[in-house]
């Protein structure tokens, strides 16, 4: 149960569609006709400008110029990509675009476990051993970089920097193509599109499929220009003719429907990250690339098997993790939670913080302790930095990035015991008892009746949904349950029907809610938070509603 943040207390005015199109409007800041204009009809993508999204236009050009040259002179060029879906989306549009304009070009991705995050001077060497470049080009990475870039300076390669990430106090001494306000891969489009002429438009809205990908997988805000590559990249995404996504697509039985971000951020997404995670990200990045139909099935079917081996690696580390919490006494007293174990996996520790923040709400971070370093991942709950938390102790820490949601870093082993301690005195210090209330966004209270196909045409105007544009949500007060049963494999969802006061019947499902069988039996009354959806069965769409919660009355 959480408590709901009710934005619009208002709702005897909402009389109709448009009323509540209003409401969500206000509800997000929206309340001028420009704002209104921009955020229901998105600028196309191509005509962003750089100021638009943050940025530097000098240093755009310098890039430009930079990698032009390096073209021109049939230079050996490298695209130094991440590991995870925001990079190797990052890596194809790059590797492609520059491949398309008869660079001399090549991707490379490094391997998790035996290089580690980012540019290093063991990737840098493996990047002269094999393609001896004069430039490399850095995508969704590289910011904190500032060693690194010296060093390959220092051979004499010339590099650029693409990345997202928030910079540190010290910068590398390079051209450099930073902005916060686009993923890894839109940064990436981005150049791509000022790359390419007028006559490839073509090329640069097929890339804007896989920006796309980049931007809802790396959970940046959908709004601004992220919400303008969203809309309409999906829209690309559905036309695609990329032989490689058509095969991902395939496999992970998307291929009947309309492709929408939840699509993308729990099915192909994680396929794209469970390489780089438990193998080589660079087969994934081979996949989106392909032109070879074999190859493509291949491939997707390896990413396919391998994300498997990833979630039950993931459901078993959790498992060995909750474990150990739950020996603690009195758990809800931490300010944070950090475990640690040889046994882990660096691939997949970030994924089983995320399941901790799940169970107990609170900032978890999760150590893959090893011989000499640990790597660990964090994430956190809403309105608490993690990467800030953890910079502070910068003294004790070999390497620290990431986001105020999620971040990683590394740590000699032998320094691990101090470290935790620091942590624990820390999270007292600064973290509010406040912060771990759940608590749920919720647009304004609705009664069922208003629950129509208008409405959610109304609804529809506002996707893409995602991280900053949630789904509208809405609440209906003191309805009464007239069917229930469990649903599922495990039987731990619900399927429901409602009534209200006026008799109308809506459909509903509970995903989750199981377990509450017992205590809303029919004739219970109930208020619920939902969103508005329609369910298609048999050639047949009704409407129906999601429960994002259920209160008693």
């Not at 901790?356 to 609170?362: A, D, G, I, K, N």
Request: glycine share 8%.
């Amino acid at each position: 149960m959480k408590n709901w943040n009710i934005q619009d207390t208002n709702f005897e005015k909402i009389k109709n569609v448009d009323d509540v199109v209003e409401v969500l409007l206000a509800n997000r800041g929206l309340t001028t006709k420009s704002t209104k204009e921009a955020f229901l009809h998105p600028k196309q993508p191509i005509d962003l400008t750089p100021h638009e999204v943050g940025i530097q236009g000098t240093s755009l050009k310098k890039a430009v110029a930079r990698i032009e040259k390096a073209i021109k002179n049939k230079e050996s060029i490298v695209v130094y990509a991440d590991y995870d879906a925001d990079g190797i989306t990052a890596g194809a549009i790059m590797w492609e675009a520059l491949h398309s304009l008869g660079a001399q070009v090549m991707p490379y991705v490094p391997h998790r476990i035996e290089e580690g995050y980012g540019l290093s001077e063991k990737g840098i060497q493996t990047c002269v051993t094999e393609f001896n470049p004069t430039l490399i080009i850095t995508v969704d990475h590289g910011i904190t970089a500032w060693q690194q870039v010296k060093y390959a300076q220092n051979l004499g390669i010339d590099v650029i920097i693409s990345d997202h990430h928030l910079p540190p106090k010290h910068l590398p001494d390079c051209v450099t193509v930073h902005t916060t306000d686009l993923c890894g891969a839109g940064i990436s489009w981005f150049i791509a599109k000022t790359l390419l002429t007028e006559n490839e438009r073509t090329k640069v809205q097929d890339l804007l499929a896989l920006a796309t990908i980049g931007t809802i997988a790396d959970m940046v805000p959908l709004v601004g220009p992220n919400r303008s590559i969203t809309k309409y990249g999906l829209i690309e995404i559905g036309k695609t003719k990329r032989i490689g996504l058509l095969a991902l697509i395939k496999e992970s039985g998307l291929e009947e429907k309309a492709i929408v971000t939840s699509d993308i951020s729990h099915i192909i997404a994680p396929r794209l990250n469970a390489m780089g995670r438990l193998d080589h990200a660079i087969d994934a990045l081979r996949l989106l690339c392909t032109k070879n139909e074999e190859r493509a099935t291949m491939l997707a079917s390896k990413l396919g098997l391998t994300n498997k081996e990833r979630q039950q690696l993931t459901v078993d580390t959790t498992l060995h993790a909750l474990t150990g919490l739950s020996k603690i006494e009195d758990i809800k007293k931490k300010k944070m939670l950090v475990v640690s174990d040889p046994s882990y996996n660096p691939g997949i520790i970030g994924l089983v913080a995320g399941k901790l923040v799940e169970e107990y709400y609170r900032p978890s971070i999760v150590i893959a302790e090893g011989e000499i370093f640990s790597k660990a991942s964090a994430r956190s709950i809403a309105g608490f930095n993690i990467v800030e938390f953890i910079r502070s102790a910068g003294d004790l820490l070999v390497d620290v990035g990431g986001h105020p949601m999620a971040a990683g870093f590394t740590v000699e082993t032998k320094k691990l015991s101090e470290l935790k301690a620091f942590f624990a005195q820390k999270s007292v210090e600064v973290i509010s008892d406040a912060l771990f209330t759940r608590s749920l966004f919720v647009d304004t209270e609705l009664p069922l009746t208003m629950i129509t196909k208008s409405l959610f045409i109304g609804i529809s105007a506002f996707a893409p949904f995602g991280l900053g544009n949630y789904e509208p949500v809405f609440v209906s007060r003191n309805v009464m349950v007239d069917q229930v049963r469990k649903i599922g494999a495990k039987m731990n969802h619900l399927k429901l029907k409602l009534k209200d006061e006026e008799k109308k019947i809506m459909d509903a499902v509970a995903f989750g809610f199981g377990e509450m069988a017992e205590v809303i039996p029919v004739g219970t009354h109930v208020d619920v938070a939902y969103t508005v959806d329609e369910n298609v069965w048999n050639g047949t769409t009704t409407m129906q509603i999601k429960i994002r919660d259920i209160h008693l009355t």
